[in-house]
């Protein structure tokens, strides 16, 4: 069953759900986490604190704006809102395989306008 979220960055609030995969429950179940996240070119990316743990399920690296993913090697969240330094044209992309765990919407522009690292939190929705 998807978990509904916000995911706040900075005072800018996106609204959301976590999918029903195993590695969203898992992220799910650590609700509400603050993180430090980093920003690499259109996505930003922080570590989640104890890793999520190894998933089997599809890895994929084409993203769309607005989704969130899990990187294992990194043990990251990753927001995806724009193209990446990995990107082949305008789609999200990220820098190695990442598994799919929700999305959210809000206002790109205002998450694009953020600074290079930014304060989150990732909370189950009221």
């Known amino acids: 069953m998807p978990t ?3 995911l706040t960055l900075e005072g800018v609030t ?14 799910a179940a650590r609700l ?5 996240l980093s920003r690499w070119g259109e996505e930003y990316y922080g570590d989640v604190g104890e890793p999520l ?8 690296e084409e993203m769309a704006v607005g989704e969130l993913a899990y990187w ?16 082949r044209g305008d789609e999200p992309r990220a820098a190695s395989p990442v598994y799919r765990v929700g999305r959210v ?6 998450v694009s ?3 290079a ?5 990732l909370a189950r929705a009221e």
């Open 113 to 115: 306008a953020l600074g």
């Open 14 to 27: 996106l609204q959301g759900e976590l999918d029903d995969s195993p590695a969203a429950q898992a992220l």
């Open 105 to 110: 919407e809000g206002d790109w522009a205002a």
């Open 53 to 60: 743990g190894s998933f089997e399920g599809e890895q994929v």
């Open 117 to 121: 690292s930014v304060r989150a939190t």
């Open 72 to 87: 294992e090697p990194g043990n990251a969240l990753c927001l995806f809102f724009g193209p990446t330094p990995a990107s």
């Open 4 to 6: 509904a979220v916000t």
């Open 32 to 36: 509400p986490l603050s993180l430090t």
